[in-house]
């Protein structure tokens, strides 16, 4: 890429014109820089003890940077205000911090929405326009935000170094989002920018500031163009006029997916004798589907595995899994996905023995096992006899992600086969009397109770209360029997929950079951938080690459322990680690560019080290 670029330069590659003499008039820029737009964001934030899902952990804080965008909104980043319990806001040069309402949050493209219930507070301040574009090459970009270092808000200026597909937030536990668009930029992104507005010289927002690096690289951070920002905020318009409708039962923001994905597993097809067995004569060729995902948009749309795909919107796949972009710029063909509205189609053409065929498929993100938690929302669980069963999430992969059986780890990468399926494991167990013997530490994975097959936590709970008289025999994938007395275990359940002081036998989440489909496109939470999509599918990948560093985390947090990321490709990639495949590494590494003010353990333990030793797709992040 050096010589390449180098070459450019050589043969007289020019600079963008930009429309401003910035170059030559820096105070020019300076007052066309809307720093009156852009807030500073206060976060209270507490997510549970997954370990004791009845309990919260502890409290810490966190400051981003948001801009004013119409209809008396903020825009921000999602991780800024992933898990809070308080949000307040600071306008530049105020010294009041109003208190904010969260409207919606988008986890995979890393965006959210604020609004402040106080008149005054708007008064004044201009809502900032959004360039309809992705920047050029090398155009000037200035960064305004409230970074660590100081408390007034700060400016930094760069250009735009290249536009890229990947996934926004670290691969880890072998599960990753979809990629969407992301610009690289040489200008300063530090902890406090996330959410901060990218402007061009002419002071309109280029993107949205999101991720930088601390101590791996220099000049190299990352923002959130056009595209995404305006497929997130298209998703949450539709979805505000259906959300108005419903009652509410919870926290009053919506949960947006607004990044699909066609639910495959894919192979480049650089081989000559791969492209002559499945028949591929085009120049470019193609790429090899090598799974179906069962409840992915693919499956939907009758594609097989052996597949190859050929071209997709009508513009040809190359054997590398890239597109024509813009210009002599090329991207992975999924980038494609970005440009869809909700409810557009992907007109796609492929090869099944060599014969061509095309279909259309609607793009949704895939049902995944393991799923992140909504914010307001405590993880279930279900307790019966001193056992406690959960079903496995993200979060709880993160605490205690050491302490899991090889059997529950192997069917966390597995995708999911039904829309209520759940991997349901035995988080503890309540040491008393009824359930002596029970000795268990290593969550192993519940696969039925009384020899019925469980499938979700709602599903175990009402099995344990069909059975009033004889014994509970639960039986676990690895092979571990547990087995109590029914009626013993109800006489002492109110004993075993004061002791352990546990408010109840289980979590009203569990009542709703699993999320469920309410119409095409829809997804109901149990606490009245809507999704545009279902959630997507995980990714694999494999390999390592080890670099000492101090670094901000994903959550913000700062440690200064060693940072691992892994990922390069072995021939056989998921959809999710086409073209960007060598940007995975890199945004192993990559940090959330919130500011908190609490420290990381080391996540190195034996179960993370007998992870990379086989290979698997674990990155050692907080």
């Known amino acids: 890429q050096t010589f390449t670029t180098m070459s450019a330069e050589r043969r007289g590659a020019k600079r963008p014109a930009s429309p401003e ?121 200035m960064v305004i935000g409230y970074p660590m270092g100081g408390d007034n808000v700060c400016v930094t200026r760069g250009v735009v170094s290249r536009i890229t597909h990947m996934p926004y937030a670290v691969p880890r536990f072998g599960l990753s989002d979809p990629p969407l668009l992301a610009v690289q930029i040489d200008a300063a992104i530090n902890s406090g920018n996330s959410g901060g507005p990218v402007t061009s010289a002419r002071g309109t927002v280029v993107g949205v500031a999101f991720s930088g690096y601390a101590g791996v690289a220099d000049s190299i951070g990352y923002i959130i163009p056009f595209p995404v920002i305006r497929n997130f905020l298209d998703a949450f318009t539709t979805l505000t006029a259906e959300a108005a409708l419903l009652p509410r039962f919870g926290p009053s923001h919506i949960v947006v997916a607004s990044a699909p994905d066609i639910g495959v597993a894919l192979m480049l097809c650089e081989s000559s004798a791969l492209r002559a067995l499945h028949k591929i004569h085009s120049p470019l060729g193609g790429v090899l589907i090598t799974r179906v995902l069962p409840l992915g948009p693919a499956a939907r749309a009758g594609l097989q595995p052996e597949d190859v795909l050929v071209t997709v919107n009508h513009t040809p796949i190359a054997n590398d899994g890239t597109c024509s ?19 557009d189609s992907l007109h796609v053409e492929y090869l099944r023995d060599g014969v061509k065929h095309s279909t259309d498929i609607a793009p949704f993100p895939t049902p995944r096992l393991v799923l992140h938690r909504n914010p307001g929302t405590m993880p279930p669980y279900v307790i019966i006899g001193g056992l406690v069963f959960t079903a496995v999430s993200y979060g709880l992969l993160e605490a205690a992600v050491e302490s899991m059986s090889e059997d529950t780890w192997q069917a966390v990468i597995q995708p999911k086969e039904h829309p209520d399926q759940e991997l349901i494991v035995l988080l503890r167990v309540l040491a008393h009397e009824v359930n002596h013997g029970c000795y268990c530490t290593n969550m192993p994975l519940l696969t ?27 039986r676990f994938r690895d092979g571990f029997r547990a087995v109590l007395d029914a009626a013993a ?29 309410t119409r095409a496109g829809a997804v109901l939470s149990p606490i009245m938080e809507v999704s545009s999509f279902k959630e997507s ?33 072995d021939g056989s990639v998921t959809e999710f680690a086409l073209p960007s495949v060598p940007h995975i590494a890199v945004v192993a590494k990559s940090t959330r560019t919130s500011t908190r003010v609490t420290r990381a353990r080391s996540p190195l333990t034996p179960m993370t080290r007998r992870l990379r030793a086989r290979g698997a797709p674990f990155v050692a992040e907080e």
């Open 21 to 141: 003499p910035s170059a030559h008039n820096p105070g020019e820029d300076l007052h066309r820089l809307p720093f009156g737009s852009v807030v500073k964001i206060f976060v209270v934030s507490s997510k549970p003890a997954y370990t004791q899902p009845w309990q919260m952990g502890e409290q810490t804080l966190a400051t981003g940077s948001g801009f004013v965008l119409e209809n008396k909104m903020i825009l921000t980043n999602a991780h800024v205000v992933q898990d809070y319990t308080s949000v307040r806001i600071r306008r530049h040069g105020d010294t009041t911090k109003w208190p904010a309402r969260v409207l919606a949050i988008d986890r995979v493209c890393d965006l959210a929405l604020v609004t402040c219930a106080a008149a005054e507070f708007w008064q004044g301040l201009p809502p900032l326009a959004i360039a309809p574009e992705v920047p050029e090459l090398y155009s000037d970009v």
């Open 325 to 343: 972009f813009r210009h002599d710029e090329r991207l992975s063909f999924l980038w494609l996905l970005g440009t869809l509205k909700q409810g």
């Open 537 to 569: 599918e995980p990714n694999a990948c494999k390999g390592e690459e080890s670099v000492p560093h101090a670094q901000e985390k994903g959550n913000g947090v700062v440690d200064e322990s060693n940072g691992h990321g892994e990922a390069t490709p």
């Open 489 to 517: 275990c109800r006489e002492a359940e109110t004993e075993i929950l004061q002791t352990y002081a546990v408010p109840h036998a289980f979590s009203p989440l569990v009542l709703s079951g699993p999320s469920a489909p």
């Open 448 to 474: 039925s109770l009384n020899g019925v097959a469980v499938r979700n936590l709602r599903a175990l709970k009402e099995a344990i209360d069909s059975v009033t008289s004889g014994f509970l025999y639960f």
